[in-house]
């Protein structure tokens, strides 16, 4: 994972509520054994119709969205399936961040591994990026804030341990692996307990 | 003082969690499928790792599985090339990496949250996750059951751990008793509609009361899986003397003393009675009728004998009302029905077949209605076969499959055409989650089977006499 300290770009955006992982990236793009290639699929049906032509009323389609790397979505964005390939799709597309007034648990935890900024913000700064496509923002990781086009400036959580990672480009792996001490102390200390697992 | 979540997150703590990292939580049980493991191997790979505890992971074949006979035994090709390659990658991976594998013509494979419980591979205080979000379900046998990301899969085959921070809890607390005709389904239908689809958000849901304590094993099952529906990563219910009938006989049981120890363990699992629950939401059993349906996603659910609400200032449901070709204000009964489907992870068990049959035997499929029956695992197969189960199905006019996750999300050609009307038993009414264009309505086996045999949308105490 590359470090990220700051990500400035217009927004694209999605106003409407719960996004399902299954919008993100449709059950049949699943059949891969690769995390690669996603982004041609993102969104596939609310980008494409039956015939494989562009929606033009698709905010993706309009060509002011190009090279947008700030997604803003509708409250409850991510939610549903736990399918990595959600973060792995907006990632491919060219997004490095999803700001929503709530993030689904499981999509903001596959986000935060892959270095996908999810920014939770308040309702009222949602409500106004909903309103402002293609506003210029900046999404400041080491400061934890969101900067808005008038300079305003709100903080987004983000706990200290995904904050160092994405900082660092640290992947939790290499952490984990560093606790093989502890792990096989909790075995040795859990055996009897976790005899019925045998 | 504790609740149970707490209790079983202690006894797994490898490192507590601190202010600035997250706890190593150690994991009992790791299920995977095709799907969501392959890109985990992969990274197996690129790192020169092996799974640290080969023997605590449990593979199985179901989302892109065919469904049909002939494609698994009688010799025919998988029809979708993709599907065959997932299917014959994980074969591999499982070989490569000593993963034990119940492969496409295993008499024991089947839907991931159908196996874990069915074969004791779930068992109360343990931690088990799989790279499904449906893996909430397992929570129903009182353990700490979460779906995980592919990078998380990886994260267990290597350390048999995982990063995780502690989560809220909430209590749902349903008083009384379901009436006759309202299940298991109707109950978490109910529950989701009236907390939102992000009610749960951020907690580990305990459903605890008269009416949950009720329920038989496979019904609880059944509300653990849509948890996640909630926004909830984990649902759970406390072990009692259901939890224990259910386990008995499973066939990876501890036996004897050991069958002794575990039950005094598992004893003490249940939430003390003075525990603190971060919120509390109260419901009266007795009040829940047959639910459905009529929106995108499974918040958006009325009775059956209701009338779809009019939100129409809410762009979202003017929305999802355009997609699925609904009009607010309509009574939802009667609407006309092209698909029945009945199966999946969250109904897909035994007592959901029998309840489906009890209702179509000796019955036919209205004309034009296509009703897919499809076992949640080879084991509910061979069981609903020996009680003729698949008789009364197959007389009724509808299809009888071999097992796997199959329409409910449509990844091994088991799809609703668009525009179709599906009503459906599985747990997403997403857009186009059974297929591009499909309009899912979400219902108990009880109803999907009414609605079957009338060609529309029946809340099914009509046809029972209730």
Redesign the interface.
């Known amino acids: 994972m590359q470090p990220i300290r700051q990500i400035r770009s217009r927004t694209a955006v999605l ?4 996004i ?1 992982t ?2 993100i990236i ?3 793009f ?6 690669e290639g996603l982004g041609k699929n993102l969104f596939n ?1 609310w980008r494409y119709d ?1 015939n494989g032509a562009p929606r033009l009323d698709f905010a993706l389609n309009d060509p002011a969205t190009a090279g947008c790397q700030i997604l803003v979505g ?3 964005f991510g ?6 390939h959600a973060p792995w799709a907006l990632l491919d597309y060219g997004f490095r961040a999803v700001i929503s007034s ?1 993030i ?3 999509f903001r ?2 986000s935060l ?2 270095g996908l900024v999810p920014v939770l913000v308040d309702e009222a700064t949602s409500a106004w990026l909903l309103a402002h496509p293609g506003a210029e923002v900046t999404i400041d990781i080491d400061r934890t804030t969101l900067t808005l086009p008038d300079g305003r400036s709100v903080r987004f959580p983000l ?3 995904d904050r160092y990672c994405l900082l660092n480009g640290v992947d ?2 290499g ?3 560093d ?2 001490p ?2 096989e ?3 040795a200390r ?1 055996a009897q ?6 | 003082m504790k609740t149970m979540y707490q209790k079983i997150w202690e ?1 797994h703590e ?2 507590p969690e601190s ?4 706890a ?1 939580l ?1 994991i ?2 790791h299920l995977i499928h095709e ?2 493991s ?2 985990a191997f ?2 197996l790979r690129q ?1 020169g790792l092996k799974l ?1 505890r080969p ?2 992971t449990f593979a199985t074949i179901d ?2 599985s065919p469904t049909r006979t002939e494609q698994i035994f009688g010799g025919a090709p998988i029809a ?1 090339e ?2 065959a ?2 299917i014959s ?1 994980l074969e591999r991976n499982c070989a490569e990496f000593g993963v034990q594998l119940l492969g496409l013509k295993h008499p024991q494979r089947g839907i991931v949250h159908v196996i874990g419980p069915e074969l004791g591979l779930t ?1 109360p205080g ?1 931690t088990l996750v799989c ?3 449906h ?1 909430s379900t397992h929570g129903a046998l009182g353990a700490l059951a979460f ?6 899969v ?2 267990v085959f ?6 995780q ?1 502690r989560a809220r809890t909430l209590a749902i607390q349903v008083s009384g008793t379901l009436a006759e005709g309202v299940t298991a389904k109707d109950l978490i239908l109910a529950i989701i509609s009236r907390i939102g ?2 009610g749960g ?2 907690h580990v849901i305990e459903y605890r009361g008269s009416a949950v304590t009720a329920l038989g094993m496979e019904e609880r099952l059944t509300v653990c899986n849509m948890s ?1 529906e909630a ?1 909830a ?1 984990a649902g759970m219910i406390a072990p009692d003397e259901v939890t224990y009938a259910y386990l008995q006989s499973r066939p990876r049981m ?1 036996r004897g003393a ?1 069958w002794r ?2 039950l005094q ?1 598992w004893g003490s699992l249940p939430s003390d009675a003075d525990a603190h629950f971060d919120s509390e939401v109260q419901l009266d059993g007795a009040a829940v009728e047959p639910m459905i349906t009529y929106g995108t ?1 499974p918040g958006m659910a009325v009775p059956v004998s209701g009338s779809i609400p009019d939100n129409s200032s809410d ?2 449901f003017v ?1 999802a009302l355009s997609y699925m070709g609904l009009k607010a204000g309509q009574p939802i009964a009667d609407q006309r029905v092209d698909v029945v489907f009945i199966g999946s992870c969250t109904n897909g068990r035994l007592s959901d077949l029998r309840s489906a049959a009890r209702v179509l035997a000796g019955h036919k499929i209205a004309r034009g209605v296509r009703a897919l029956v499809v076992p949640g695992s080879q084991q509910v197969k061979q069981a609903a076969e020996a009680e003729g189960l698949d008789r009364i199905f197959r007389e009724a006019g509808a299809e009888w499959r071999e097992s796997g996750c199959s329409m409910c ?3 091994n050609g088991d799809t609703v055409e ?1 525009g179709q009307y599906a009503l459906s038993t599985s747990n ?1 009414n ?4 059974q297929g ?2 499909a309009r899912t309505l979400l219902v108990s086996p009880l109803t999907a089977a009414a609605s079957a045999l009338r060609g529309c949308v029946t809340d099914p105490r009509e046809l029972m006499g209730v």
Do not use: W
């Not at chain 1, 699943?30 to 995390?35: G, N, P």
């Not at chain 1, 307990?193 to 045998?198: D, G, I, N, S």
């Open positions: 106003p409407a509520s719960n399902d299954d919008q449709p059950a049949r699943l059949r891969t054994t690769s995390r049906d039956g509708g409250r409850n939610c549903g399936s736990s399918r990595e709530e689904a648990d499981i935890n596959n591994k892959n706990a200290s341990f939790e792996l952490f984990l692996l606790k093989l502890a792990i102390a909790y075995e859990s307990l976790r005899q019925q697992y045998a | 006894q490898v490192v202010a600035d990292t997250p190593v150690y009992d049980r799907v969501t392959p890109q992969t990274l790192r640290r023997e605590l989302h892109s979708i993709s599907a390659r997932q990658e068992l343990c790279g499904d979000s893996t779906g995980i990301g592919t990078t998380e990886a994260h290597a350390t048999q751990c995982l990063l921070r689809v992000a958000t951020g996640i926004g990563r501890p050991a120890d575990a363990y996603h762009p979202v929305h999300i449509g990844m668009k997403r997403f857009e186009g989650r591009p264009g």
